[in-house]
């Protein structure tokens, strides 16, 4: 079977041909797809730099935009080449190397959770009212 003909074939079961019928509600269908897909891409990038899935809701958030919008579909190749590149890049680098990405990880979430105020809240459950924990941008807790 040819792409041709699995992606027709694709199009003819399911409930998209419903929505397609009608130029309202395939608009609706769209802009909801844009909607969630464009919040869970959001979240995946906040994410990346935190211990966890960050890479892996970005590619979640761009394949469900790829449901509707081809662009997404080429970022998603895009990405996902260079992520595999990265890693595999990584993976041949020395101890040092494997190292210095850690701790440039490592700083990068300690100044997101000092920028936040996680510092003083927890310096504040054990009673340190250190000036240098309180976030920069939300002040002082008093």
Same mark, same amino acid.
């Given at each position: 079977?040819?792409?041709?003909?699995?992606? #027709?074939?694709?199009?003819?079961?399911?409930?998209? +041909?419903?929505?397609?019928?009608?130029?309202?509600?395939?608009?609706?269908?769209?802009?909801?797809?844009?909607?969630?897909?464009? =919040?869970?891409?959001?979240?995946?990038?906040?994410?990346?730099?935190? +211990?966890? +899935?960050? %890479?892996?809701?970005?590619?979640?958030?761009?394949?469900? =935009?790829?449901?509707?919008?081809?662009?997404?579909?080429?970022?998603?190749?895009?990405?996902?080449?260079?992520?595999?590149? %990265?890693?595999? %890049?990584? #993976?041949?680098?020395?101890?040092?190397? #494997?190292?210095?990405?850690?701790?440039?990880?490592?700083?990068?979430?300690?100044?997101?959770?000092?920028?936040?105020?996680?510092?003083?809240?927890?310096?504040?459950?054990?009673?340190?009212?250190?000036? %240098?924990?309180?976030? +920069?941008?939300?002040?002082?807790?008093?």
């Amino acid at each position: 079977m040819t792409t041709t003909e699995r992606e #027709k074939t694709a199009e003819e079961t399911g409930y998209r +041909p419903w929505f397609r019928r009608n130029p309202a509600l395939n608009l609706a269908y769209r802009i909801g797809v844009g909607v969630v897909g464009g =919040l869970v891409l959001a979240g995946g990038v906040l994410m990346i730099p935190y +211990p966890g +899935p960050g %890479w892996l809701v970005v590619f979640a958030g761009l394949a469900i =935009l790829a449901t509707e919008f081809a662009w997404a579909g080429r970022v998603l190749r895009f990405a996902k080449r260079y992520y595999d590149a %990265w890693v595999a %890049w990584l #993976k041949r680098q020395n101890v040092v190397v #494997k190292a210095l990405v850690l701790a440039a990880t490592g700083l990068v979430v300690a100044v997101t959770c000092w920028l936040l105020g996680a510092f003083s809240l927890v310096g504040g459950w054990f009673g340190l009212d250190w000036a %240098w924990l309180e976030s +920069p941008i939300f002040g002082s807790r008093g």
